[in-house]
């Protein structure tokens, strides 16, 4: 289990909502400020999750987010390459038509040593590539069948060529500058190669922010001038995604009557859990639905894979209900399984993953150097926290809210510090939130 706390004491940039900006400017040689900015100019946000990507552009102080060619408001992160000679590149739906083809979870690669033994370090992967050590730099590649190879940069800043794509698309202009969040458990050298990434995408990253730092922005934002507390709020915000779970303690701070600023941000501590996702109940139902094949699919690599669809298909519908029936034709051969999983046996089958639930949230609270009791409220982000064992676990502790938009509050969070990060005309008009983010060394 890949616990780690983070606390006060370790390194902070404090900057007006200015977050790894000497890192991007040191990787990518981007330096903010080159001159005023149009205000006109059009800005990304991306969450760029393990599991999905979401795009949101921001222009004239206005954030929306974007929709991909099937007009859906995220992206599957995964690519596959087509068969023939042109060797084309699928994205998201297009990609995973053919899962056993698809390459999921690349993020999980970024900044990652292949030496560092035979422990699952790469997320819930099925790679239909091998993944070896580039004897150059000691950190991970792709070889694919044909030979050719590819770093952790190169895919995954296929994916944000792809995200960068689909903006200009919806919007009709170019864009460039963009702030991206990523997990707070995220290291300097998967950060640093994320910075890589973006560039090879042509992306001028403005700032890297904290998954929570970005939900915690956008929250500010939406309750500024609501809340009758006087004084500063401390938030706990809980985010399950896919492959891992961080827990963030906020404290929002309403701006002096003099103040230029809107308020301030700032994360007092983060906690997380690299191996507890939503992915790992999938694997659950996965399990189950191979204990209830006839034929067994274990060694079929094409099998598992349409099984890993099936099983994150179930496990969404037993959010809501308790039962779903499960059909998946010439599963091995012409063998077609027909079977059912219940909420019972997921729950069941994943009793060892529940100590681990409630774990991010108190070791953030160590973290921060305060009590459940000193805690204002509780919001869920990601889409972990809608499987009833998850929420049920939660409100055994917390009173567990869910003002905020739990699948777009991170992306537009990281719009928005795009916008307060690009120097233009709109500063004049608009109170800057200041973000005070804790970054892992």
Request: charged share 20%; proline share 4%; hydrophobic share 45%.
């Given at each position: 289990?890949?616990?780690?706390?983070?606390?006060?004491?370790?390194?902070?940039?404090?900057?007006?909502?200015?977050?790894?900006?000497l890192?991007?400017?040191?990787?990518?040689?981007?330096?903010?400020?080159?001159?005023?900015?149009?205000?006109?100019?059009?800005?990304?946000?991306?969450?760029f999750?393990?599991?999905?990507?979401?795009?949101?552009?921001?222009?004239?102080?206005?954030?929306?987010?974007?929709?991909?060619?099937?007009?859906?408001?995220k992206?599957?992160?995964?690519?596959?390459?087509?068969?023939?000679?042109e060797a084309?590149?699928?994205f998201?739906?297009?990609?995973m038509?053919?899962?056993?083809?698809?390459?999921?979870?690349?993020?999980?690669?970024?900044?990652?040593?292949?030496?560092?033994?035979?422990?699952?370090?790469?997320?819930?992967h099925?790679f239909?590539?091998?993944?070896?050590?580039?004897?150059?730099?000691?950190v991970?590649?792709?070889?694919r069948k044909g030979?050719?190879?590819?770093?952790?940069?190169?895919?995954?800043?296929?994916?944000?060529?792809?995200?960068?794509?689909?903006?200009?698309?919806?919007?009709?202009?170019?864009?460039?500058?963009?702030?991206?969040?990523?997990?707070?458990y995220?290291?300097?050298?998967?950060?640093?190669?994320?910075l890589?990434?973006?560039?090879?995408?042509?992306?001028?990253?403005?700032?890297?922010?904290?998954?929570?730092?970005?939900?915690?922005l956008?929250?500010?934002?939406?309750?500024?001038?609501?809340?009758?507390?006087?004084?500063?709020?401390?938030?706990?915000?809980?985010?399950?995604?896919?492959?891992?779970?961080?827990?963030?303690?906020?404290?929002?701070?309403?701006?002096?009557?003099?103040?230029?600023?809107?308020?301030?941000?700032?994360?007092?501590?983060?906690?997380?859990?690299?191996?507890?996702?939503?992915?790992?109940?999938?694997?659950r139902?996965?399990?189950l639905l191979?204990?209830?094949?006839?034929q067994?699919?274990?060694?079929?690599?094409?099998?598992?894979?349409?099984?890993?669809?099936?099983?994150?298909?179930?496990?969404?519908?037993l959010?809501?209900?308790?039962?779903?029936p499960?059909?998946?034709e010439?599963?091995?051969?012409?063998?077609?399984?027909?079977?059912?999983?219940?909420?019972?046996?997921?729950d069941?089958?994943?009793?060892?993953?529940?100590?681990?639930i409630?774990t991010?949230?108190?070791?953030?609270?160590?973290?921060?150097?305060?009590?459940?009791?000193?805690?204002?409220?509780?919001q869920?982000?990601?889409?972990?926290?809608?499987?009833?064992?998850?929420?049920?676990?939660?409100d055994?502790?917390?009173q567990?809210?869910?003002?905020?938009?739990?699948?777009?509050?991170?992306?537009?969070g990281a719009?928005?510090?795009?916008?307060?990060?690009?120097?233009?005309?709109?500063?004049?008009?608009?109170?800057?939130v200041?973000?005070?983010?804790?970054?892992?060394r």
């Amino acid at each position: 289990m890949a616990r780690h706390t983070l606390f006060p004491s370790m390194a902070r940039f404090v900057l007006a909502a200015c977050l790894l900006l000497l890192a991007a400017m040191t990787v990518s040689g981007a330096a903010p400020g080159n001159g005023a900015v149009d205000e006109a100019e059009t800005l990304l946000g991306i969450d760029f999750g393990s599991e999905w990507i979401k795009i949101a552009v921001m222009r004239g102080g206005k954030a929306d987010i974007v929709l991909n060619e099937n007009s859906k408001r995220k992206s599957v992160a995964t690519l596959s390459f087509a068969e023939g000679p042109e060797a084309l590149r699928l994205f998201g739906e297009s990609a995973m038509a053919k899962p056993q083809n698809a390459l999921q979870y690349i993020r999980e690669l970024l900044g990652k040593c292949h030496s560092l033994g035979s422990r699952n370090l790469f997320g819930p992967h099925h790679f239909p590539s091998t993944v070896q050590a580039d004897p150059a730099r000691g950190v991970c590649r792709l070889v694919r069948k044909g030979g050719e190879k590819y770093s952790a940069e190169t895919l995954n800043a296929m994916l944000l060529t792809y995200a960068r794509e689909l903006a200009e698309t919806q919007e009709k202009v170019s864009v460039r500058r963009c702030v991206i969040s990523v997990p707070a458990y995220f290291t300097d050298a998967e950060r640093r190669a994320l910075l890589v990434a973006a560039r090879i995408a042509g992306l001028e990253v403005l700032a890297l922010v904290s998954d929570g730092a970005a939900v915690a922005l956008k929250y500010s934002i939406e309750t500024v001038g609501a809340s009758s507390q006087a004084g500063p709020r401390r938030v706990v915000i809980y985010d399950m995604g896919a492959t891992g779970t961080a827990a963030s303690v906020v404290e929002l701070t309403p701006p002096l009557p003099t103040s230029t600023s809107a308020g301030t941000v700032r994360i007092l501590g983060a906690a997380w859990d690299r191996e507890l996702g939503g992915a790992a109940f999938t694997e659950r139902i996965r399990s189950l639905l191979v204990a209830a094949a006839k034929q067994s699919p274990a060694k079929d690599a094409r099998a598992m894979a349409r099984l890993r669809v099936k099983a994150n298909e179930a496990k969404e519908v037993l959010s809501a209900n308790k039962q779903v029936p499960v059909t998946v034709e010439e599963l091995v051969g012409e063998y077609d399984l027909r079977t059912s999983v219940s909420r019972v046996q997921l729950d069941a089958a994943a009793q060892d993953l529940v100590p681990r639930i409630l774990t991010p949230a108190t070791d953030a609270l160590a973290a921060a150097g305060i009590s459940s009791s000193q805690v204002d409220s509780f919001q869920v982000v990601g889409g972990g926290w809608r499987m009833p064992l998850v929420r049920a676990e939660l409100d055994t502790a917390w009173q567990v809210g869910t003002t905020l938009n739990a699948d777009e509050s991170n992306v537009l969070g990281a719009a928005w510090l795009a916008y307060f990060l690009a120097d233009g005309k709109h500063q004049a008009r608009l109170r800057v939130v200041e973000l005070v983010d804790a970054l892992p060394r």
